[in-house]
């Protein structure tokens, strides 16, 4: 079983850069699709960006397409989530997430391990 432990999150202001880590203990890491996650106050727990196995294929909402960049270390047990120009809407705790099961391309959903999350606050 995989746990993940995000960190990096804090409070920027908007227009600044903030890079989210998940390390990743407990199985073998290169055996799953990792996935970023967000939830805002009030708001259902959303879909940011995955990253297929070996890092060769990334998925993204289309609405952060430019802004945030995932990426993965497999030799360290790391994926990151580089966010740059933050706006106050991406405010929200950030989740990452592993599956084991799947093809070729990282899914969205289907996630069986999450980590407890990273709060970003964007001020404006």
């Known amino acids: 079983q995989v746990q993940l432990v995000e960190s990096g999150g804090g409070l920027v202001q908007a227009g600044g850069s903030l890079r989210l880590s998940c390390a990743a203990s407990?199985?073998?890491?290169?055996?799953?699709?990792m996935g970023w996650f967000r939830q805002a106050p009030g708001k259902e727990r959303e879909f940011v960006a995955s990253?297929?196995?070996?890092?060769?294929?990334?998925s993204y909402v289309d609405s952060l397409k430019g802004r945030f960049t995932i990426s993965r270390d497999n030799a360290n047990n790391v994926a990151n989530l580089q966010m740059n120009s933050l706006k106050s809407e991406d405010t929200a705790i950030y989740y990452c997430a592993a599956r084991a099961s799947g093809g070729y391309f990282p899914p969205r959903t289907g996630y069986d391990y999450w980590g407890q999350g990273t709060q970003v606050t964007v001020s404006s």
């Open positions: 990253i297929s196995r070996t890092g060769g294929t990334t």
């Open positions: 407990g199985g073998t890491f290169s055996n799953y699709f």
